[in-house]
């Protein structure tokens, strides 16, 4: 929800971010792209040698982009968009989907 750089995390191996990097933001705007290079700058000074990220409801922008184009500007991390991965011997699963009713209703199922 925007609210990255008020994070204080403890070192680690590996950071998951489980979603809602923007706040309201429904489309690839010029402004989501601004705050996507924002949060991958932040991600970039974090000192966690694997950080991965699953998309959010609130991540519409993410959404329209896709899954090769969100790699392309979020380099300081691994995206999953339903994908599975191995890091330091764990398996990883990451699927944006999920239900409910919101107005911010990206990677929703809508019952389908």
Known sequence: HLLHRQLQLPDGDVLIHAGDILLENRSATAEA???IADFNLWLASLPHRH????????DGALFDLGKASVQKLLPSCTYLQ?????VAGLLF???????GS?????FQSHGE
Do not use: C, F, I, R
């Open 33 to 35: 792209n601004v705050q």
């Open 51 to 58: 950080k991965l990220l699953v998309a959010g409801n609130h």
């Open 82 to 86: 339903d994908d599975t991965l191995e």
């Open 93 to 99: 699963h990451g699927s944006p989907l999920s239900t």
């Open 102 to 106: 919101s107005a911010n209703s990206a």
